[in-house]
């Protein structure tokens, strides 16, 4: 398995641009999620899903778009970046067998610089 | 409002020793407890989840207590090693609902040979 992948790992972007960061998982998990890790702010759960075709916001939602077509695919859609979202952002999934939230696998990440 | 705290400066230990990280958190009621260790240019990856009605979990060398009075949880690492030098992040969970999880700023555990 190649658990949960990210691309791509590095991005510029301009003021105003947008883009779609990746992110699939190969382990048939339910939940998938969006963070972002600022320094001294620990990881900011952004959007989440807990299944196909159901998203909803976290606690940093602003500027960002989700959609879960599929189990496996969950992008991320920046609508017009800004330098606030400077940041490196990590996808996770988790399964949610036997009613507990299980631990949560993280992708290697993906280091976006908004200039 | 809720808080989650975890020492935001280093800790660095000698090699073989007990490091002792502390996750202390205020105005939640979480149903879950999880320690997550973090290498440099890499994502969390899971350690150990600890329930609200659990005192202790142990897994090979680690081990971690949950002590809802106090609102703590402590990490420990016995015998430590240089390959355990990483950031180590505490993670709360509430029960019921969908999954929100609050994590921790980490704290940088540097074990010196």
């Known amino acids: 398995n190649a658990g949960v992948t990210q691309t791509p790992k590095f991005q510029v972007l301009k003021t105003g641009q947008s883009m779609t960061l990746q992110c699939a998982q190969d382990?048939?998990?339910?939940?998938m999620s969006w963070y972002r890790q600022d320094p001294g702010m620990g990881l900011r759960l952004i959007h989440y899903?807990?299944?196909?075709?159901?998203?909803d916001q976290g606690e940093v939602p602003n500027g960002y778009n989700v959609s879960r077509s599929t189990t496996e695919d969950f992008p991320l859609r920046l609508l017009s970046a800004a330098p606030s979202q400077t940041s490196v952002y990590f996808c996770?999934?988790?399964?949610?067998?036997?009613?507990?939230?299980?631990?949560?696998?993280f992708g290697p990440g993906t280091r976006l610089t908004v200039l | 409002s809720q808080k989650i705290e975890q020492n935001s400066e280093a800790l660095n230990i000698q090699e073989g020793k007990t490091a002792t990280l502390t996750c202390n958190y205020t105005?939640?009621?979480?149903?879950?407890l999880q320690w997550y260790r973090q290498d440099p240019g890499r994502g969390p990856v899971f350690l150990l989840l600890i329930r609200e009605n659990e005192k202790e979990k142990r897994k090979e060398r680690l081990k971690v207590t949950f002590d809802t009075t106090l609102k703590q949880s402590l990490f420990h690492i016995t015998a430590s090693q240089p390959a355990d030098s990483a950031t180590y992040l505490c993670a709360l969970e509430r029960s019921g609902g969908y999954q929100k999880v609050t994590f921790g700023t980490g704290t940088k555990l540097q074990v010196i040979p």
């Open positions: 996770a999934s988790s399964s949610a067998s036997g009613g507990a939230y299980n631990e949560q696998f």
């Open positions: 382990m048939n998990h339910e939940y």
């Open positions: 105005n939640y009621s979480p149903a879950y």
């Open positions: 899903s807990v299944g196909a075709g159901i998203t």
